[in-house]
């Protein structure tokens, strides 16, 4: 399989000094579902901005479907389809009426348009305000519009930036059943930014984590999570900030704990069978005077990844429980 996308030495320095992106170098294979991690201000959006030639680099060298960006960009942007983290919709026009502005744009018209309309309209679930101005529409309307309007012209590459964000729990899992198929089916090239953990894991073959403008990480979701290498133990201390260095402390003295790091709950512990260790934490608190609000431990998962290498959890809400059975069960 041939790259569609290849990133060398790229580098994104603002007006203001502040260097976005900071000598990154990565491919995409084509036919690949691709995720593009990071907490917020990491880079990624600004590397999607140039890929799509939003953006203008400051240096390095890109390539898409085998056209270089900085010679090539007219016709790169007929190859690609966008969602961006702000929604594109015209709030004056239905809609079907931005539907079919978009298919005209892209040089579709007559039947295979309104048939094109129609379909994306049914999956992103607005037929029955279709007719209605988008300025009328919840946000997470708009944002479903918004993604249809990317799709409208069957994109060989599609570059969506964190493109569920603010959808309920339904809305999300026909989106993602539908871009695994878009990948499976039609061999779409997909390039996700997300800040769900349980998207990427379930959506994408191969991740690359970016954090302060350098990658840090890069393989398959399961590679990663067996990077990881031991069960997670998250810890919330009635007093964090007083009794935080004392547990670390004790935390280290106990047999099996590969790490110990500062998370949102207060610690995260990575050990081997965490689940016995419990016992043994709970004691050695107890015996210090350090009062434990709540404990709970899982197996490695991207969130793990993520705090490894960036020392950030990622954002999570409510919304990633979205049923797993539209993908087989369990995710890679």
Known sequence: MSDIITVNNLVMVYADGTKAVDDISFSVKEGEFFGFLGPNGAGKSTTIKILTTLLK?????????????????????????VQSQDTAVDGDLTGIENLMLQGHLQQISGTELRKRASELLKLVEIEKVANKR????????????DLATALVHRPKLLFLDEPTTGLDPQSRAAIWAYLAKLNKEESTTIFL????????????????????????????????????????????????????????????????????????????????????????????????????????????????????????????????????????????
């Open 134 to 145: 988008a300025r009328n529409y919840s946000g997470g309307m708009k944002k479903r519009l």
């Open 57 to 81: 680099k400051t240096s390095g060298s890109v390539t898409v479907a085998g056209l270089d960006l900085d010679k090539n960009a007219k016709e790169i942007r007929k190859l690609i389809g």
């Open 193 to 332: 930014t997300t800040q769900y953990m349980e998207e990427a894991d379930k959506l994408c073959r191969q991740l690359e984590i970016i954090d302060v403008g350098k990658i840090v990480a890069q393989g398959s979701p399961a590679e990663l999570k067996q990077q990881v290498g031991a069960d997670s133990i998250r810890l919330s201390l009635e007093n964090c900030v007083r009794d935080k260095l004392k547990a670390k402390e004790l935390i280290r003295t106990l047999v099996g704990v590969t790490d110990v790091l500062d998370s949102e709950e207060c610690l995260t512990v990575y050990a081997k069978n965490a689940g016995l260790l419990i016992a043994d934490i709970v004691r050695a608190f107890d015996s210090s005077n350090i009062r434990l609000a709540s404990v709970s431990f899982s197996s490695p998962t991207l969130d793990d990844v993520f705090l490894k290498h960036t020392g950030k959890r990622i954002r999570t809400e409510e919304l990633v429980k979205t049923p797993s059975i539209l993908f087989g069960g369990r995710g890679r």
